[in-house]
């Protein structure tokens, strides 16, 4: 593949710089299994990862989706630390970006005092320049705005940007945002399911990734 390193690079962060699938679905299950009463399936649970809170239980159920919201923050918030894990080499890519003084940051659908969460317990507190939550945009992934509204922020030109994520949601919103995309397969998305929203690559370990952003 020919594939120009590029001058920013934006992440997104459950599933892809932090191994917090695992929180998400159980928090996801207890939440609606308690408050519905109906148990998610596996697949269920991922379908969601990627998208707000917000509009995740406004979906699911309108008339209950604040107090779904408030049940599943405090059980994500006061477990995150049982759950969540680094992925082997991501803070080595992280120091890499840093050293080589390009520009990135991570773009994500969580809210902000919970990505702030996620970062600490991976060891990834004050190394990321810019942090863009739900609370940033009016709308969310798969829309182009929470991508547009970093490059903004950073005066970054999106033709020389890239924006790695785990779910579908992520690849479609860096396409809408004329972003170049780069699935990686160990979050909440198959290989397959990346490569039907035909990504620009798909990489399968932390290492192919920091090879092919050219550190």
């Known amino acids: 593949m020919n594939f120009v390193a590029p001058k920013t690079v934006l992440f997104d962060l459950d599933g892809t710089l932090a191994d917090t699938v695992p929180l998400i679905v159980?928090?996801?299950?207890?939440?609606?299994?308690?408050?519905?009463?109906?148990?998610p399936?596996?697949?269920?649970?991922?379908?969601?990862?990627?998208r707000s809170l917000t509009e995740t239980f406004t979906t699911l159920a309108?008339?209950?989706?604040?107090?779904?919201?408030?049940?599943?923050?405090?059980w994500n918030l006061a477990n995150h630390h049982a759950y969540v894990r680094q992925f082997?080499?991501?803070?080595?890519?992280?120091e890499a970006l840093r050293a080589s003084g390009r520009?990135?940051?991570?773009?994500?659908?969580?809210?902000?005092h919970s990505a702030l969460v996620s970062l600490e317990c991976v060891g990834l507190t004050g190394q990321i320049p810019l942090l863009v939550t739900e609370e940033d945009t009016a709308s969310h992934k798969p829309s182009p705005e929470p991508l547009l509204h970093a490059l903004n922020q950073m005066g970054a030109d999106g033709a020389d940007a890239v924006y790695v994520g785990d779910a579908i949601v992520d690849m479609q919103a860096a396409r809408a945002a004329g972003v170049r995309s780069i699935g990686v397969t160990w979050g909440a998305a198959s290989a397959d399911e990346l490569r039907a929203v035909e990504p620009t690559a798909v990489v399968h370990d932390v290492g192919e990734l920091t090879a092919l952003l050219g550190l």
């Open 62 to 74: 309108p008339e209950v989706a604040d107090e779904l919201t408030a049940r599943y923050l405090e």
């Open 103 to 112: 520009a990135f940051g991570v773009v994500t659908s969580k809210r902000h």
């Open 26 to 39: 159980a928090t996801f299950k207890r939440t609606v299994s308690q408050a519905l009463g109906w148990e």
């Open 41 to 50: 399936t596996l697949a269920q649970c991922k379908e969601w990862i990627g």
């Open 88 to 94: 082997d080499g991501v803070g080595a890519l992280i």
